[in-house]
């Protein structure tokens, strides 16, 4: 589970961006997990958080993946408050997870979006 090198894909775009070797604008970091800015905001606060390690979906997780997952969804709500999102009720936020080509996933490296702001936004 700590051999992060065991699941390094060179061919993808997240697992280079995790490792550093492709810039980003770096929202939180620890052993596990590695938050960032989509650079295609679609909300005035969007970031997404991933896995280290390359899962290539949330169809690829097993229960194994459940307390990482588990601490991502955990460490969520602290980012978004320290990213700009307006505090529960009023203000908020939502997470989404796109899932194969029928979800809208585009990057096959699991992510969660986390967009939040005042309203409007681009899209939803
Ligand atoms: P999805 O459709 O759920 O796979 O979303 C992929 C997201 O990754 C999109 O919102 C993109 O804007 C974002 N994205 C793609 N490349 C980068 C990058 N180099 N840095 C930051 N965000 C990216
Ligand atoms: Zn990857």
Redesign the pocket.
């Known amino acids: 589970m700590h051999d992060h090198a065991s699941h390094y894909d060179s061919n993808c ?2 697992c280079r ?1 995790a490792k550093g070797e ?4 770096k929202v939180y970091e620890d052993d596990e997990v590695f938050a ?7 909300a005035p606060v ?1 970031f ?1 958080m991933i896995p280290k390690k390359h899962i290539a979906s949330m169809a690829h997780l097993s229960e194994a993946d459940a307390p990482l997952l588990g601490r991502m969804m955990a460490l969520a709500p602290k980012l978004a408050l320290e990213q700009g999102c307006n505090p529960y009720p009023a203000g908020g936020y939502r997470v ?3 899932t194969g080509v029928e ?6 490296h699991l ?1 969660l ?1 986390v967009m939040g702001g005042a309203r409007p936004w681009l899209k939803g």
């Open positions: 775009i997240f961006i492709i810039p980003s604008r960032f800015h989509d650079i295609n905001p679609a969007h997404l989404v997870v796109n979800g809208g996933q585009e990057v096959h992510h979006h």
